[in-house]
């Protein structure tokens, strides 16, 4: 299966926020693609962004030139000798994604973060949570799935 990452960045507040959220996508090497709102597929009318705000939709990938997210989702351990540019620790992984949206929420400015982690493109449960719960909330679906939660989350910044 592929893993996917898609969501939004809503009610931005930094004047230069794709500038931003460029430098984060080359500091972690990964794809960070502007997409456009009818591509948040199952994203529920409750859960679509605003259009009177400043929003930024992306879709999250391992790799600038790809459209999955398979290593950065993907909770299994790899061989210590793999070749890959991510650690061979599923929750190492886990944690440098917490830590790439935890970078876009700051430095965006935002009010919140909604966003789908799937293994199948489907979204079977959604969360409400505050942004102070996201590393733990993340880490104990993914480890309760093991693997990708086929959830999507919104995260209150404010």
Known sequence: MNNYIIGYLAKIQ??????????????????????LIEQLFQFTEKYLPNKNQTN??????????????????????????MQSKFPSSGKERLLILIS?????????????????????????????????????????????NQGAPDTLYEIICE
């Open 14 to 35: 930094c004047t230069n926020y794709k500038m931003v959220l460029n430098e984060i996508a080359k500091k972690y090497d990964i794809g960070l693609k502007e997409i």
């Open 100 to 144: 790439i949206l935890k970078d876009m929420v700051i430095q965006s400015k935002c009010s919140k973060l909604v966003i789908s982690l799937t293994d199948s493109g489907y979204i079977y449960s959604y969360k409400s949570i505050k942004f102070v719960q996201l590393s733990e909330v993340l880490l104990d679906d993914f480890e309760k």
């Open 56 to 81: 930024f939709i992306f879709s999250m990938s391992d790799d600038p030139e790809r459209e999955e997210a398979d290593y950065l989702m993907d909770y299994l351990d790899y061989a210590p000798e």
